[in-house]
């Protein structure tokens, strides 16, 4: 996704937050620390953050996702008619859509939550992330990246028919009141600089799995609408890359989907985006074989690095992982990445150490592609 370079490399978005992150942000939400003192403290942190992807090789940064507690809580955290709430519900892992009410699966799981749920009529009078941008895209001569949680991301965990039906009586409105909250911090986004915007959507790939597809009366009719939805935030908007990336959920080095990109690859390939940021570094994802049976000229960006395992994979690997996609990948198409942010929440069991010696595999992987291919 840069201009002039083979293999370029990128982060998925998220790296892991040290604990006195956490504190800040912890202390921010308890009330004990101003807007103004917590952007202040984390513009410090994130230089670092900015430092350690510069050195490690990364070709195009994001902040860390320092700023947010987790991947999907930052739409809550920044937009009005959001209230911390508990509710059980049936769940096929940590990361699963909350009850719809339908037969679960015996293998499924009763989960307790405790998450921002709407319970207003949203207001969007901040920025989500475009403010944060505007620093990174100042402290880097680097292209940068932003994530943003899908719509059906968004639809599927912050509504419940117990708490928001008062403010949205269906998550289906809800959704619909998401869409131009979304569109606008895309363009707010574009306007702070930023290179890439990309969209996180693990449940959209949690469909692969047929015990997930089973929740479902019509699994075909949600991933369409899935994707329906965000091509609505995205239409006709230019001057800005757009992503969308999927994986199998990473929380506690734990896969919670299985199966390849089959069932959902027709799917995919209808999003508006500019490139596709799909996993292939783990069992679970499949091949990367699926390309011949779904050729595509979209850009993607290829999950070459296992961010749940604990020892960095080695260059002459990520190499061999890379190569394989060439065979029905051109050279151009591809961005190497991690499989998955390193910490879509606070809680994820990863050191920065590990982090950045994962990440400068990868680069050292693309400078090896980069002479064979130039």
């Not at 190569?323 to 029905?328: D, F, G, S, T």
Request: with cysteine.
């Amino acid at each position: 996704m840069t201009d002039n370079t083979l293999f370029p490399t990128s982060v998925i978005g998220s790296l892991p937050r040290p604990k006195w992150v956490i504190d800040l942000l912890l202390q921010h939400q308890a009330g004990a620390l101003s807007d103004a003192a917590l952007d202040a403290s984390l513009d410090k942190a994130i230089a670092f953050a900015i430092g350690m992807q510069e050195g490690a090789g990364v070709d195009i940064i994001s902040d860390g996702e320092w700023r947010r507690i987790g991947y999907f809580e930052v739409f809550a955290q920044m937009v009005h008619g959001f209230e911390q709430a508990e509710y059980q519900t049936q769940a096929l892992a940590p990361d699963a859509l909350p009850d719809t009410g339908m037969a679960p699966p015996q293998q499924w799981t009763l989960q307790e939550f405790k998450q921002a749920l709407v319970v207003e009529r949203m207001t969007y009078s901040r920025p989500i992330a475009a403010q944060g941008a505007a620093f990174l895209r100042a402290n880097t001569a680097r292209q940068t990246k932003v994530a943003l949680p899908s719509p059906h991301m968004i639809g599927g965990r912050l509504w419940h028919p117990q708490y928001s039906s008062d403010a949205y009586p269906t998550r289906r409105a809800f959704i619909e009141a998401v869409i131009p909250i979304l569109r606008a911090e895309v363009i707010a986004l574009r306007a702070a600089g930023v290179d890439v915007v990309q969209f996180d959507d693990p449940w959209l790939c949690f469909f692969v799995d047929p015990a997930h597809r089973a929740r479902f009366d019509d699994p075909e009719a949600e991933i369409a609408l899935a994707i329906d939805d965000l091509n609505r935030v995205l239409e006709g908007l230019d001057g800005i890359q757009t992503a969308l990336h999927v994986c199998r959920g990473n929380r506690a080095r734990t896969v919670y989907a299985n199966g390849d990109y089959e069932p959902i690859m027709p799917h995919l390939l209808r999003a508006e985006v500019d490139q596709l940021a799909m996993e292939f570094a783990v069992s679970q994802a499949g091949d990367v074989a699926i390309f011949a049976q779904f050729p595509t000229d979209k850009a993607i960006g290829l999950g070459v690095v296992d961010v749940r395992g604990e020892i960095a994979e080695a260059p002459p690997l990520i190499v061999e992982r890379v190569e394989k996609a060439l065979r029905y990948l051109q050279p151009e198409q591809i961005t190497l990445n991690p499989d998955c942010g390193f910490a879509p929440t606070s809680t994820n069991p990863i050191t920065l150490e590990e982090a950045y010696q994962k990440l400068q595999a990868m680069s050292q992987a693309a400078e090896i592609l980069r002479e064979r291919y130039a």
